[in-house]
């Protein structure tokens, strides 16, 4: 990190089953980058599943209250599908360096997700570490997919006529 540049904010948060992985992620954040990090979790009552802590680690991202997110549960297949619910988000399953770096470097992916019972405690740290030194390279074909996925969004984001509506 350019000593210069203001750390990234991230806000990290999983289920019961990533719990372990995610409390080692936010723990090497902590004692190796000095990045802050905020936790978003399932509480012991475990009331908060997998969408609640997506959509609350997205919200942190999409409000400007984190600059990056980390979700972690078993697959990471539902934290990444509830992540992208969230209207501007853009998060991306990787369990290797080079998925993680095109995520950012193609994609502008904010949020990165692991799947605990997939990747292991040091190979996640070397994908999140490739991951926030990636940064978004935009060229006209990558604004040009930005745009259209923008606009896939928004056109599901205007109201549904009621005769299309699930029953």
């Not at 978003?40 to 997110?69: F, H, K, Y």
């Not at 997700?113 to 978004?136: C, D, M, N």
Request: hydrophobic content about 40%.
């Amino acid at each position: 990190m350019n000593r210069q540049e203001a750390p990234v904010r991230i806000a990290i948060g999983s289920d019961d089953v990533g719990l372990g992985l995610k409390d080692a992620i936010a723990g090497h954040l902590r004692e190796r980058t000095g990045r802050p990090v905020r936790c978003v979790d399932v509480n012991p009552t475990g009331e908060l599943d997998v969408p609640e802590v997506a959509q609350m680690v997205a919200e942190s991202v999409r409000r400007g209250t984190a600059d990056r997110g980390i979700l972690v549960c078993g697959s990471g297949v539902g934290m990444v599908i509830a992540a992208n619910k969230v209207p501007g988000i853009r998060a991306a399953q990787c369990h290797d360096v080079y998925t993680a770096e095109h995520a950012r470097n193609s994609d502008d992916v904010q949020i990165i997700v692991f799947g605990s019972r997939v990747i292991g405690t040091e190979l996640a740290k070397r994908v999140l570490e490739a991951w926030l030194a990636a940064a978004y390279q935009p060229n006209q074909r990558r604004r040009r997919r930005m745009a259209k996925l923008e606009a896939v969004e928004r056109s599901y984001l205007r109201p549904t006529p009621r005769s299309l509506r699930r029953r």
